[in-house]
């Protein structure tokens, strides 16, 4: 009997060290596992925060685009017209441009919600210059004639107020010169991207 006991003894030892063995083996797995979820994960976030981070660059080089004018853009904005208040007025180039009439209007625009501005569909940018030639205004240098359509894409509700209430400038206009002055809010406006693209050579330094 003494032998039949010390044997079962001795194989519950085996069977509890042969646990305590797969106890081991089964933590260490679980150690390995929990490393490699912890590696994957990691490297999920990194590439996670790398395609973010091309996302928001991909968005400032749109952004810096469509600001320079070389895309197309479209939205709600407002549209200006400005005309001579009869054809016996005649070309009212040299007149609009010794008053400045569109370089106020572009500016006031700017302070009101327009971002993005066409005249008779050419864009302008910053480094866009509004000038008289011979008997024509020149924008981007190229000529353009009377009427002057200009199309605005911005803040609609700011579009909106600057029609309504703060529009002085452009009702001075009609009041003070010979022009005739027509403003539209319009959803869906076109601006479409420079047909002459800027040189930028005397932006660099020197």
Do not use: C, W
């Amino acid at each position: 009997k003494a032998s039949v006991s010390e044997g079962t003894v001795e194989k519950k030892i085996i069977e509890v060290s042969n646990l305590f063995d797969e106890q081991k083996r089964l933590n260490k797995d679980i150690k390995e596992s929990n490393n490699n979820i912890e590696v994957m994960a990691q490297k999920e976030i990194e590439n996670l925060k790398s395609k973010n981070q091309d996302s928001k660059v991909a968005n400032q080089i749109n952004t810096l685009k469509e600001v320079l004018g070389y895309v197309d853009v479209k939205g709600s904005g407002l549209l200006i017209k400005i005309d001579a208040i009869n054809d016996e007025i005649g070309n009212i180039a040299n007149f609009v441009d010794y008053n400045k009439i569109l370089l106020n209007i572009v500016n006031e625009i700017k302070v009101n919600g327009g971002e993005y501005i066409s005249i008779n569909n050419q864009r302008l940018n910053q480094y866009s210059e509004i000038s008289l030639a011979g008997s024509h205004i020149n924008i981007n240098s190229t000529p353009i004639a009377q009427p002057y359509n200009i199309n605005v894409i911005g803040d609609i509700d700011e579009l909106t107020d600057y029609i309504n209430k703060k529009n002085t400038y452009l009702d001075s206009i009609g009041k003070n010169y010979q022009l005739k002055v027509e403003t539209k809010i319009e959803k869906n406006i076109t601006i479409e991207k420079m047909s002459i693209i800027n040189k930028l050579e005397y932006i660099e330094g020197e």
